[in-house]
């Protein structure tokens, strides 16, 4: 596992949403009005 504290520094983990239409054709679109992260792991205590 790579992590904040083994790896020294900032490894580059993204945390995003997304949306999807399974590969089937669309027009429609994905709006998200939240995201919330803790950041409550082991490594950051």
Same mark, same amino acid.
């Given at each position: 596992? *790579? #992590? ?5 520094? !900032?490894?580059? #983990?993204? =945390?995003?949403? =997304?949306?999807? #239409? #399974? ?5 429609? *679109?994905?709006?998200?009005?939240? !995201?919330?992260? /803790?950041?409550?792991?082991? *490594?950051? /205590?």
């Amino acid at each position: 596992m *790579v #992590s904040t504290r083994l790896a020294g520094g !900032f490894v580059g #983990s993204l =945390y995003a949403l =997304y949306g999807t #239409s #399974s590969g089937a054709q669309t027009s429609a *679109v994905a709006r998200f009005n939240w !995201f919330e992260y /803790k950041g409550d792991d082991e *490594v950051y /205590k």
